[in-house]
């Protein structure tokens, strides 16, 4: 079973840089639902929802901003809006909707107070290592690597630039050879039957 983590989280999308901030007691639980929704089609967040379906699971990372108590989720994650504003969320006022706990907006002097509180915190994104470590941990197993085609998507849109004739091949080229790897991990219905038979 794995550790609850009671931090402030971030779902970005890699390219782009937008993101999707929420808090947690227990991260790995929060992930599953984030990614079971989304694979689902089922997200509450249309604007995430909409950006997963465009570019795929692979185009997003999921990291741990913050390890917080979870007294003090709500303030944080209020502070972590303000700095970064992130474009996936609704509202950028922290809420606990999902607790049933009702509160009225933060204050510009409690604003104020959370901002001078976090004076002195790491606002970049996590170290290798720490991307590396949840990356493993994501639902309970490691998540494959980067496809060549989600690798070639990436960087292209990271430097701003259209894709040239070349990395239009190679994104063929990839997704011909994603097909093939599929087929031979999904195998038909007519070829089990086959296999079946053959055992006889």
């Given at each position: 079973?794995?550790m609850?983590?009671?931090?402030?989280?971030?779902?970005?999308?890699?390219?782009?840089?937008?993101?999707?901030?929420?808090?947690?007691?227990d991260?790995?639980?929060?992930?599953?639902?984030?990614l079971?929704?989304?694979?689902?089609?089922?997200?509450?967040?249309?604007?995430?929802?909409?950006?997963?379906?465009?570019?795929?699971?692979e185009?997003?990372?999921?990291?741990?901003?913050?390890?917080?108590?979870?007294?003090?989720?709500?303030?944080?994650?209020?502070?972590?809006?303000?700095?970064?504003?992130?474009?996936?969320?609704?509202?950028?006022?922290a809420?606990?909707?999902?607790?049933?706990l009702?509160?009225?907006?933060?204050?510009?002097?409690?604003?104020?107070n959370l901002?001078?509180?976090?004076?002195?915190?790491?606002?970049?994104?996590?170290?290798?290592?720490?991307?590396?470590?949840?990356?493993?941990?994501?639902?309970?197993?490691?998540?494959?690597?980067?496809?060549?085609?989600?690798?070639i998507?990436?960087?292209?849109?990271?430097?701003?630039?259209?894709?040239?004739?070349?990395?239009?091949?190679?994104?063929?080229?990839?997704?011909?050879?994603s097909?093939?790897?599929?087929?031979?991990?999904?195998?038909?219905?007519?070829?089990?039957?086959?296999?079946?038979?053959?055992?006889?």
């Amino acid at each position: 079973m794995l550790m609850q983590i009671s931090c402030i989280y971030a779902i970005t999308h890699i390219a782009s840089g937008k993101q999707y901030i929420g808090s947690t007691k227990d991260y790995n639980n929060r992930l599953y639902v984030h990614l079971y929704h989304l694979r689902k089609d089922t997200h509450h967040n249309m604007l995430l929802q909409r950006s997963f379906n465009k570019h795929g699971e692979e185009a997003f990372q999921f990291e741990i901003l913050e390890e917080v108590l979870p007294e003090n989720l709500l303030e944080d994650e209020q502070w972590w809006i303000d700095q970064r504003k992130p474009v996936f969320n609704y509202s950028m006022t922290a809420n606990r909707h999902a607790l049933g706990l009702k509160r009225s907006p933060f204050s510009e002097e409690h604003r104020a107070n959370l901002s001078a509180s976090h004076k002195g915190k790491n606002l970049g994104p996590c170290s290798e290592e720490t991307k590396a470590k949840i990356r493993a941990k994501l639902i309970g197993k490691k998540r494959a690597p980067h496809s060549e085609e989600a690798k070639i998507k990436i960087a292209a849109a990271q430097k701003g630039k259209q894709l040239s004739d070349e990395h239009k091949l190679k994104l063929s080229a990839a997704r011909i050879k994603s097909a093939q790897s599929k087929e031979t991990k999904n195998p038909t219905r007519d070829a089990i039957i086959k296999w079946l038979r053959s055992q006889k």
